[in-house]
């Protein structure tokens, strides 16, 4: 079987995405009763990171080491990566060395050329387009509290980038409804959206993007690599907070995500990500598990 990679949610199939978070509960699970699994003993991980992470990396790093490998972080600063070595010959000399690489990077390309000249699973850690790592943890996290999510209705106010992207694969791939709500400037990718088909719907309007939501999901309104337009996107975003009269707009019950970094005051109000509807801190952890499960499907399962 050729090599399996992690580049998007549409890598792996439905059954084997809902799978995974059947395992990386199990896998939660054995955590906490201090249960040892170490599946990936002698084997390594490459984590290369040309932007910052807090989250991915503790994750990453930790997961390996309580499946019984190892990680190695590797920067740009003091890697040939930052000095122009050509993507294909990294791609074939790190993956003659370690069992799989995670990548965290800007252009979407960059990722698929480094997968294309892989010979062991490469890992989306967060692209321009997508963060579908993000969304094992979000999925996760909603299966934790309320069960499969077929059928329910999903918002995503703000920026049509990564993250909205991976949530418009997500809808396809565990059939729920999304919402999204961006300024105009700011659409998700129109190919993305066709994909999805019909469970995706735009709106101008915040407030009747929420109308019936049983999850409402924001994320920052400059990404890394835009910190220099922070203060025109201010402005531009300013009509979509995710504050407590657009909760209100949703369902009584429903739960409030950001994938954090979160920035209190812009596009979340402090009373909604530390109130009684958010799940962050859980979806926060489950960037862990989740991706404890993926590494295990990838190296083993499937590698
Ligand atoms: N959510 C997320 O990917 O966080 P980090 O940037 O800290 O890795
Ligand atoms: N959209 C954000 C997500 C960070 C996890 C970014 O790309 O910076």
Same mark, same amino acid.
């Given at each position: ?13 439905? $059954? ?29 991980? &490459? ?14 790093? *930790? ?35 370690? /069992? &799989?690489?995670?990548?965290? *990077? ?41 069960? /499969?999510?077929?059928? &329910? ?40 959206? &066709? ?78 990500? $530390? ?6 801190? /859980? ?21």
């Amino acid at each position: 079987m050729s090599t399996r990679h992690f580049l998007t949610l549409t890598d792996l199939s439905s $059954d084997e995405l809902h799978q995974l978070m059947a395992r990386a509960i199990e896998l939660k699970q054995w955590q906490r009763e201090g249960r040892i699994h170490e599946p990936l003993k002698n084997r390594v991980l &490459a984590m290369v990171f040309e932007k910052s992470s807090t989250r991915t990396r503790v994750s990453f790093e *930790t997961g390996m080491a309580q499946l019984g490998g190892h990680a190695l972080f590797l920067s740009p600063r003091d890697t040939q990566f930052g000095r122009g070595e050509p993507i294909e010959d990294s791609a074939r000399v790190l993956s003659r060395m370690v /069992d &799989a690489i995670m990548i965290r *990077t800007f252009e979407h390309e960059k990722i698929e050329l480094f997968a294309a000249y892989s010979r062991v699973p490469v890992i989306n850690a967060l692209t321009d387009q997508y963060h579908p790592c993000q969304l094992l943890a979000d999925m996760q996290t909603w299966f934790e509290q309320r069960g /499969d999510i077929k059928g &329910a209705t999903v918002t995503f106010i703000g920026d049509g980038n990564n993250m909205c992207h991976s949530y418009i694969n997500a809808a396809l791939q565990f059939d729920f409804r999304l919402h999204v709500a961006t300024p105009a400037a700011y659409k998700p990718d129109p190919a993305i959206i &066709a994909a999805a088909g019909e469970r995706i719907s735009l709106f101008e309007h915040p407030l009747e993007a929420a109308k019936g939501a049983d999850l409402i999901v924001t994320d920052v309104w400059a990404s890394m690599g835009q910190e220099e337009e922070q203060a025109k996107r201010e402005k531009e975003f300013a009509e979509f907070q995710v504050n407590s009269t657009l909760m209100q707009a949703a369902n009584r019950d429903a739960l409030f995500m950001h994938c954090l970094p979160a920035h209190r005051g812009e596009e979340v109000t402090a009373d909604v990500i $530390d109130g009684p509807q958010s799940v962050v801190w /859980d979806e926060a952890e489950n960037r862990l598990h989740a991706q404890k499960a993926l590494l295990e499907f990838l190296m083993v399962e499937t590698g």
